[in-house]
Nanobody
Framework: QVQLVESGGDSVQAGESLRLSCAASGNIYTSNCVGWFRQAPGKAREGVTSINIVNGKTHYADSVKGRFTISLDNAKSTVYLQMDSLKPEDTAMYYC????????????????????????WGLGTQVTVSS
């Protein structure tokens, strides 16, 4: 069993930065992937970024590429989401999840965001970006 706890959400101004944390307990390495998802009111949940915790391969949605960075601290069993140059459209509840949703990107196994293959979910942390 894996438990995930997100933290770091806040209300900020456009252009500012936030770092979200996803702390895992239990054996996260039963999964290949940790992904960050977000859901804005009235919208479907969407994948933001993911990391293959076996090979370190990262994958980003076009909407956040170049602004968001996902990283893994193995010693702390924590996945971070560094969010820079935040925009009002980044406002959402952010969730981390663990599972195995693999695709091939540039010849390496990366993680997709098919929620059917993510077994463990945190409760989310709210990010609000004002213009």
């Amino acid at each position: 069993q894996v438990q995930l706890v997100e933290s770091g959400g806040d209300s900020v101004q456009a252009g500012e930065s936030l770092r979200l944390s996803c702390a895992a307990s239990g054996n996260i390495y039963t999964s290949n992937c940790v992904g960050w998802f977000r859901q804005a009111p009235g919208k479907a949940r969407e994948g933001v970024t993911s990391i293959n915790i076996v090979n370190g391969k990262t994958h980003y949605a076009d909407s956040v590429k170049g602004r968001f960075t996902i990283s893994l601290d193995n010693a702390k069993s924590t996945v971070y989401l560094q969010m820079d140059s935040l925009k009002p459209e980044d406002t959402a509840m952010y969730y981390c999840a663990a599972g195995s949703s693999l695709i091939i990107v540039d010849g390496a196994a990366a993680c997709d965001w098919d929620t059917r293959f993510y077994n463990y979910w945190g409760l989310g942390t709210q990010v609000t970006v004002s213009s």
